[in-house]
């Protein structure tokens, strides 16, 4: 069976922006980093990238199920519809 891909994220491609985001970030007991998650499965049930979560002092929170848009109210609320009237605005 094919691999067939899809938007959401899977958990081995969650596994492997995590590792590139250690490498890029580089958390350590002495600098330890929050990441701010949505609240989709692969981003913290995921016992590969919990174990390196421990191991590289990084602390997770992660936002409730469908609550993103109240967390990014000026992107909804703001950039969003100026993005709209801009392309909009550029199109005439």
Do not use: R
């Not at 909804?76 to 993005?83: Q, S």
């Amino acid at each position: 069976m094919a691999f067939q891909p899809s938007g959401w994220i899977q958990t081995k491609v969650s596994t492997k922006w995590f590792d590139h985001f250690l490498h890029c970030i580089k958390p350590s007991a002495d600098d330890p980093v929050l990441l701010i998650v949505d609240g989709h499965y692969s981003h913290t049930k995921t016992l590969d990238v919990m174990n390196k979560v421990w191991e590289h002092s990084v602390a997770i929170v992660s936002l409730p199920q469908h609550s993103k848009h109240k967390m990014q109210l000026p992107d909804e609320g703001f950039i969003e519809p100026l993005k709209t009237y801009y392309a909009q605005e550029i199109e005439m």
